[in-house]
């Protein structure tokens, strides 16, 4: 038998951003494939919704409501986490502007969240992951949300290019650091998916026409596309992978 399993029975994952859109895939997902959940997002209302779903599934999920650019309650809610094996380090944002146009509050705001916010939760979660004294044998994953445009540029994208390639570049260093526990670290680098957030940018049809036009396959992914490459990642399925990314793409980054 050569097909390993994409189960993450009985493991505990933590999902940043979860309330909508990739995070709230992604937890389902790893809820469908046997993990119990945590989740984290701003909207309280969100959480419970996905904390529903994800109950109906028979799994456990417990959610709290954090900006996760706050340190001092991200660390808050990491003191009540005794157990932790799957983290997907989703939350992030975007602000399109030209280069000479970005201001200094948006560009610190998109970092804080997109390179800060990550690198603090990825440390705090993997202090958690190398409390339990079988890490070694029982392994651990963790995913880091990037992009597309953390492997190529784009109009109107500098900082978001600078934040996404930050995260790969985080992904390389931590996979290295964190091997001898058998922590992997891996990234998840999707084109244009169909999210609320991207819907409001495909408003613009000139804008939806030219994505279209630049992905070869001629479609956006999907949440599942993303949900079920995170879930790969996560089980031992992909117990050879570390440092790398799954790029999901279409073809954009193949031209």
Not at 121 to 150: E, H, P, V, Y
Not at 192 to 197: I, N, R, S
């Amino acid at each position: 038998m050569f097909l390993k399993n994409l189960s993450v029975k009985n493991k505990t994952a933590l999902v940043t951003g979860s309330g909508k859109g990739i995070g709230k895939a992604c937890a389902i997902a790893l809820a469908e494939a046997g993990a119990n959940l945590i989740i984290i997002s701003r909207t309280e209302k969100d959480l419970i919704q996905v904390q529903k779903e994800i109950k109906k599934l028979k799994k456990k999920c417990t959610y709290y409501v954090c900006d996760v650019t706050n340190l001092i309650d991200i660390k808050k809610i990491f003191s009540k986490i005794s157990k932790l094996d799957i983290l997907v380090n989703n939350a992030g944002t975007n602000r399109p502007e030209y280069f000479t146009k970005i201001n200094r509050k948006d560009m610190s705001e998109v970092v804080d969240l997109n390179i800060k916010a990550s690198f603090d939760i990825a440390q705090l979660a993997t202090r958690i992951m190398l409390k339990s004294k079988d890490r070694k044998k029982i392994g651990g994953s963790i995913i880091n949300i990037s992009s597309q445009l953390g492997k190529v540029g784009a109009p109107l994208r500098s900082v978001y290019n600078m934040t996404k390639f930050g995260i790969e570049g985080l992904t390389k260093g931590m996979a290295v650091d964190l091997a001898k526990h058998n922590i992997r670290v891996n990234s998840v680098c999707p084109t244009f998916v169909e999210t609320p957030m991207v819907k409001k940018f495909f408003k613009d049809k000139n804008f939806k026409k030219s994505v279209i036009q630049n992905i070869p396959l001629g479609k956006v992914a999907t949440e599942s596309d993303i949900a079920t490459a995170v879930v790969y990642l996560a089980s031992n399925a992909s117990s050879m992978m570390t440092g790398s990314s799954l790029v999901i793409d279409g073809g954009w980054t193949a031209k």
